[in-house]
């Protein structure tokens, strides 16, 4: 049986990329340097598939920035104002990063991961790619893998082009079909000088084809495929992430399609595939060795591929391979030493998910038993049965409790979205505490110190209006609180890339959950409230159970909703822990929300009522006088179903991600009427230039001028700024307080003078 990979982790055993990458930025790597350690770890990944046994080994997902960012590159595509620059990794980086005077992309979540990719903007009904870079660094990468493996090893994964173009911002005239037919030839020109290195065939990746809007665009499809198909090479066409629908019956019959990855870990192509007949000569890529999940579940898998195998029938050629891209998980298992032994027995990171499915085709040498039982939960959600609808409730409306809450006079009130940078002294001290250098009282004291520092900071030299404490002794808004429950494992090298260089390490999801160290952030608030001052407010700063449990890897025994509610009850209690120390705003973050949804839109009413009942058992204990902030960032929100969920969050602050998506967000709230307090961001915290404070002003006025009122206003930055150095944060923030500052002069001029 054939083993395929489509696609594996690109930042190195220990993260060599990431360091690559941020060095380059800093100007200490030059180009070449970023580079060499580029090839190197592709060729580490395509060296380790190798070894494993893999038949056919995808290359060309590893990537400086993401597919979007290479494709647009390789098409010529870049937005007019990073087209200008001067070619080479300078506008490759600016389209993500932004650069003095030039704003980046748009971010987007990918296809219900946490993997952030851009946003390309086209503006043109057939953009023309004459000016692209090209494809020759994919043949050059290919070439070079197949110098490593053998020529009939290495199988190139290129972007499909309708995905490519739906993932777009398109305006003036621009639709997905014209934007496809204008790239196609570009596309054909690729298989063609790919076909010419005597490749086997050429992965296209079109998770598109999993969503609802794949149906509306077969036509699409069909047109593109049948001008690929001339170049001659057979595609195998990976569809990942869920099933494929509606669009089964035709997506494997597209023209030069030889065989079709599918996903048979989330939806029910299995369901699909016994109810339709296969089309002959079309390899069945059997993805049943989940991509997303740090859970081997070997005898899952070789059940259920038993079970496509029995589906399919006599004749049809199966493979075997992941559900997607393994990019999503840690690399190596080996390399965790803390992790209790009996949970590891049950874990596969990328390198251990890649000997299963060589073991699981050694395995099916064995006839197919059509009996063979899927594994699965039978589990009732008895939690969420057991919780008294009442505490879903807030105890007063909004319109009775904002009066209660804090507010600045004259409306425009400034904070930050919640972390400060953590500098390298920051991550020194914590890894000498983590090695037993330093001890644990030394580290607290330390970390006091520096919150101290951070607090007086924002409230002497800033000037902002509500404080936080600056999260200095997180890792990330996942982790922290992690470590301090029960149920949940943490992992010494797990890291997953989630943008850019930034890596994160989810923690596993073991049991059932419940705070462990109650209260969790009670501490550090008290010490930097004690520094604020009675006067000055300061944020309590928590992560919502949505989000906890979809930057997670989460059980697979109960359904996620009842994992979500169990985290709900662990964040509700800390809030009220929270309020007795005397915390008057509490922002639980909740970014996930919109991300978390299923693929299939017919399924989104289930998943966002439920996402909106985990919020609402986290936060509706909160008193009437307690002001709840939650924060959405990089995600389209324009769709009446998520903002009506916005809305019965019953959040009484929204903080949105507002300049990086061009206010996209804030629009959508605007026109459908949100009628809470609102925080748009002013500034990109993902760039390196510092925003001038006139720029923040005239959007400050856009927001006025757009009917928000300056006491439901608040103005904030698009996200935590843990990543930014220390000079770049206080800059940007200085600037923003000086951009509200004047706004909110002009405010009380007019109303006196009116």
């Given at each position: ?11 190195g ?18 180009e070449?340097?970023l ?14 598939a ?42 490759y980086?600016a ?6 005077g030039?704003?980046?992309l ?9 993997w952030h990719d ?19 660094d ?12 053998g020529v009939?090893?290495?199988v ?21 079909a014209?934007v ?21 065939e ?6 598109t ?9 077969r ?5 593109a495929?049948?001008?690929l ?22 997506a494997?019959?597209?023209?030069g ?19 339709s007949?296969?089309p ?6 059997a ?5 997303r999940?740090v ?5 899952a ?18 493979a075997?391979?992941p ?5 999503h ?19 596969a ?9 060589v073991?699981l085709?050694?395995?099916?040498a ?10 699965g939960?039978s ?7 057991a ?17 209660q ?22 991550r ?14 030394d580290?607290t004291?330390?970390?006091d ?8 900071l924002q ?11 600056g999260?200095?002794?997180r ?12 149920g949940?494992a ?8 989630s943008?850019?260089?930034?890596c994160?390490?989810p ?18 608030w008290?010490?930097?409230?004690d ?8 944020k309590?700063?928590l ?14 025994d ?7 509610l169990?985290?709900?009850a662990?964040v ?8 007795a ?30 996402a ?7 936060t509706c ?27 019965a ?6 903080t ?16 459908a009427?949100y ?5 748009p ?10 925003p ?11 927001f006025l001028?757009a009917?928000?009122s ?8 698009d996200?935590g ?14 600037a ?7 706004a ?8 006196v003078?009116?």
């Amino acid at each position: 049986m054939v083993t395929s990979t489509v696609g594996f982790p690109c930042m190195g055993a220990k993260r060599e990329l990431k360091v690559a990458l941020e060095a380059f930025w800093k100007d200490a790597l030059p180009e070449d340097g970023l580079r060499a350690v580029f090839a190197e770890v592709e060729a580490a990944g395509v060296a380790a598939a190798a070894a494993a046994g893999v038949r056919l080994i995808g290359v060309g997902d590893a990537s400086l920035s993401g597919l979007m960012a290479d494709t647009t590159s390789r098409l010529g595509l870049e937005a007019p104002r990073h087209a200008a620059l001067p070619a080479g990794l300078g506008r490759y980086f600016a389209a993500s990063r932004g650069t003095a005077g030039v704003t980046a992309l748009d971010m987007s979540k990918w296809f219900g991961t946490n993997w952030h990719d851009l946003v390309p903007e086209i503006g043109v009904p057939s953009p023309s790619t004459a000016g692209g870079a090209g494809w020759g660094d994919l043949v050059a990468r290919v070439r070079t893998a197949q110098q490593a493996v053998g020529v009939d090893r290495v199988v190139p994964i290129v972007l499909g082009p309708v995905t490519y173009a739906s993932s777009c911002d398109l305006s003036g005239g621009a639709t997905v079909a014209s934007v496809v037919a204008a790239i196609t030839p570009s596309y054909v020109e690729a298989l063609r000088a790919l076909a010419a290195t005597g490749v086997p065939e050429v992965q296209m990746h079109e998770p598109t084809l999993v969503t609802s809007a794949a149906a509306d665009a077969r036509p699409v499809y069909e047109a593109a495929y049948k001008e690929l198909a001339t170049a001659g090479v057979g595609m195998h066409l990976v569809a990942p992430y869920d099933d494929l629908g509606e669009s089964f019956e035709w997506a494997p019959r597209l023209p030069g399609v030889t065989a079709v990855g599918l996903d048979f870990t989330t939806g029910d192509n299995l369901g699909l595939l016994r109810k339709s007949k296969w089309p002959a000569g079309v390899r069945l890529g059997a993805g049943v060795v989940d991509g997303r999940s740090v859970w081997a579940e070997a005898d899952a898998a070789a059940a259920t591929l038993a079970a496509v195998r029995a589906a399919a029938g006599p004749g049809v050629d199966v493979a075997v391979q992941p559900s997607c891209t393994l990019a999503h998980l840690p690399l190596d298992l080996a390399a965790e030493r803390k992790l209790p032994a009996e949970l590891t027995a049950r874990l596969a990171f990328a390198l251990q998910k890649v000997d299963l499915l060589v073991k699981l085709a050694a395995a099916s040498a064995e006839p197919p038993r059509e009996g063979a039982a899927l594994l699965g939960s039978s589990m009732d959600d008895t939690i969420a049965a057991a919780i008294d609808e009442a505490l879903f409730s807030r105890p007063a409306s909004f319109a009775e409790r904002r009066p209660q809450q804090f507010t600045v006079p004259g409306g425009l009130g400034t904070m930050s979205i919640g972390s400060f940078p953590q500098t390298p002294a920051i991550r020194r001290l914590r890894a000498a505490f983590k090695a037993g250098r330093l001890p644990a009282a030394d580290y607290t004291s330390a970390l006091d110190a520096a919150t101290v520092e951070c607090v007086l900071l924002q409230r002497d030299t800033l000037g902002l209006d509500v404080l936080v404490h600056g999260e200095l002794e997180r890792t990330d808004m996942v982790e922290f609180f992690a470590s301090k429950m029960h149920g949940y494992a943490a992992t010494t090298a797990g890291w997953v890339r989630s943008v850019g260089s930034l890596c994160v390490r989810p923690p596993i999801v073991m049991g059932d959950v419940s705070r462990r160290d109650a209260p969790m952030t009670v501490r550090e608030w008290r010490v930097a409230q004690d520094a604020a001052g009675p006067d000055v407010p300061v944020k309590g700063m928590l992560t919502g159970p949505g989000t906890l449990l979809a930057w997670s890897f989460p059980r697979k025994d109960i359904p996620r909703r009842a994992q979500a509610l169990q985290l709900a009850a662990a964040v509700r209690a800390e809030v009220a822990d929270l309020e007795a120390a005397g915390a008057r705003i509490i922002q639980v973050d909740e970014p996930a929300l919109r991300e978390g949804l299923p693929l299939k839109r017919h399924a989104w009413d289930a998943a966002l009522t439920a996402a909106t009942r985990a919020f609402r058992l986290a936060t509706c204990g909160a008193a009437a006088g307690t002001q709840i902030v939650t924060h959405i960032c990089y995600s389209d929100w324009a769709d009446a179903a998520v903002l009506a969920a916005l809305d019965a969050l019953d959040a009484d602050v929204l903080t949105v991600e507002n300049e990086r998506s061009g206010g996209a967000a804030l629009t959508a709230l605007a026109e459908a009427g949100y009628a809470r307090d609102l925080a748009p961001g002013v500034f990109d915290i993902h760039s390196d230039v510092v925003p001038a404070a006139d720029t923040m002003r005239a959007r400050v006025d856009a927001f006025l001028a757009a009917g928000l009122s300056p006491e439901r206003l608040w103005v904030v930055p698009d996200c935590g700024q843990k990543t930014a150095s220390p000079a770049l944060a206080e800059a940007s923030l200085t600037a923003m307080v000086s951009a509200a500052t004047a706004a909110r002069a002009a405010c009380h001029k007019a109303a006196v003078t009116a």
